[in-house]
């Protein structure tokens, strides 16, 4: 540890407090959360159905494509209604009809204020109470019965081919006969019920419901709780402390007097021959840049699915690409790039820790490690159509079809296929750096030990995705899921792309081997610190307790504090491109990494926090708001930097190709206005108008036909096609770039060393 021994110390006493913490309230989550009834029962002893209904009921959620077809305590897509919002809804209204009918002889709507008023005060009565017994039955009355009788035929009607709902169908981007089995249908509808119970119902000597209130539904008092306004006003005070702890730190702590190393006449990575496994990477760059075009090109796609439900300007193909399907894929295919362009840097990068010698094998396992991504991709993207199609039995679906759950949408055979290529790349890493890393030779190896640390915890923690199953209750599967989503992208993928290129700077000679270790492990701290308990913004109301909010509250407030500096870091790491003249070759890979500076402050830093305080996810969650977000912060950052490595590695393993300055302007400049446009211009104005529906009415209004079917509405979603084809073109671009350099095509600079291959 030498001279970083506090640093050390502070990042994995952090690391240590901040998974008990998480581990500590992960077991709180599996004791409090919502049960799911052994039976369902009438108060005159009617049984309705059971648990084993409810779970198989879930088992059809997932293979109509579960969260990439509207959204379940606000997680999944927004085209179609949140289904946990919208049956809460109708069944409260069916009850009203039912007991307004049954009262007065008129529809409730047409009862004075008086009446209306004493209803809704026994509505809230019959539903916020926790009707739950001892042995885990829940009893409802008569009139709920039929309440949910009726919510369960208007469910049964739209997922089947009824014609009077193909309008509905279309509004919601769903194809005809969506979930064919009328049994099927009716298990599905069994599960939104128990979706809507928990929201509506309240934890046993509490106050609040099981989703802590959400979503916000005035007929029975759902509206924040205090605990939600006091842990939101915290974090903001947390965020302010954290930002003036850390200007603090940042004056006084840094050093300020330490001069950058003299630069090398000659680019230090350029003076080891390339190795068989480096120049067998061109391939891995090759499926980056094919797999980023096939999910941009189905981003336009879905995007457009969205305006006209089941058509492709005029053209029906929603029986063969629905709406589900090539959400899934654009999302996966997101996935599967950037994390392809991850490897492959970390693959590149093993070689030259090496003292640019392959371990033996190295190359064999670099070709092995591609096929499997390559067999993985076409296996699961098949497995989604099947699925989907309901061609495939439905036993099958989870295991080799679609989870259903956003972002892990693969199934279960792929992802542990997906974690065992990951290890794979974690035995072919570990094998070029520990020995350098245990090599006796005086070098400091603090940096490298660190980058060894985060390779580790890229490889391991996707497992993480293994502890949830078909039918495991929905918040213990939440917890796992944004392990993966969360904690293993932002966290630890973070801490890698830090210290990689602090890695790769000072091997340069750009900056000093003590700089870049100080800041790197700095860095780390701050991640871990807001980033392993900020896992817990995303389970506010995913039937989870109040401390669970207190903690992601706190905690993911302070993941903004390092988004903070990134502006200096951009500045600093866009200044090193006129430290040396061979500095000019990687302008542009340099320039990715000032774009994930900047989508790291304004896509992660201000559009994260303005979903991050529970008040305000209370009302958004669900809404456009969140894509604003998941797409700045998603491509701006990661997307940004696996473009950047992947740049940077063709660099090398081309080394006397030349980027093309039109065709880089083009798609730099391309992507990032196109990402402004996407955003500007329809996802935040239509986030926002859906904001004020959802304070003022209700989820279920902002998400409803009615609302979302509005022209104003309708426009902005095609307005959305400015930018994305602005995007599409910079893609493209990018993409040919990349090509044409692996091809061997293109200006070239005969003055650059070639790098001869490996004997």
Known sequence: MGPYKKHWFTLIGLCIAMFSLLGYFGVDIYRSAPPVPAQVATTQGQALFTEKDILDGQTAWQSVGGMQLGSIWGHGAYQAPDWTADWLHRELSAWLDLTAQERHGKAYAELDESRQGALRAELKAEYRKNRVDASNHLVVSARRAQAIAQTAAYYDQLFSADPAFRKTRQSFAMKEDTLPSAERRQQLARFFFWTAWAAATERPDSRVTYTNNWPHEPLIGNVPSSENVVWSIASVVVLLAGVGFLIWGWSFLRRHDEPHPEAPARDPLTSFALTPSQRALGKYLFLVVALFVFQVFLGGFTAHYTVEGQHFYGIDVSQWLPYALTRTWHIQSALFWIATGFLAVGLFLAPVINGGKDPKFQKLGVDVLFWALVFVCVGSFVGNYLAIAHIMPAEWNFWLGHQGYEYVDLGRVWQILKYVGILLWLVLMLRGVLPALFRRNGEDKNLLALLTAS????????????????????????????????????????????????????????????????????SASLFMLGGIPGTFHHLYFAGTTTPVMAVGAAFSALEVVPLIVLGHEAWENWRLKTRAPWMANLKWPLACFVAVAFWNMLGAGVFGFMINPPISLYYIQGLNTTPV???????????????????????????????????????????????????????????????????????????????????????????????????????????????????????????????????
């Open 455 to 522: 390779v580790g915890a890229i490889g391991l923690f996707y497992g993480a995705g293994l502890f949830y199953g078909e039918r495991t209750n929905l918040s213990v599967m939440e917890y796992w899921r944004w392990w993966v989503v969360h904690l293993w992208v932002e966290g630890f993928f973070e801490v890698f792309a830090t210290t990689a290129l602090a890695f790769v700077f000072s091997s340069m000679g750009l900056v000093s081997r003590s700089m870049a270790t100080s800041a790197s492990l700095a």
């Open 629 to 759: 977000h998941a797409h700045a912060a998603l491509f701006g950052v990661y997307g940004f930097l696996a473009l950047g490595f992947t740049l940077m590695v063709l660099r090398y393993v081309r080394p006397r190709f030349v980027f093309s300055e039109g065709l880089m302007k083009t798609a730099f400049w391309g992507l990032n206005a196109g990402l402004v446009l996407m955003i500007t211009t329809s996802l935040l104005p239509i986030g926002v108008i859906q904001f004020h529906a959802s304070v003022t009415e209700g989820l279920w209004w902002a998400r409803s036909e009615a609302f979302m079917q509005q022209p104003l509405l309708q426009t902005l979603r095609w307005v959305r096609t400015f930018g994305d084809v602005v995007f599409i073109v910079g893609a493209v671009a990018m993409a040919w770039q990349v090509v044409i350099g692996l091809m061997g095509r293109g200006a070239t600079s005969p003055a650059e060393p070639l790098l001869q291959p490996a004997r």
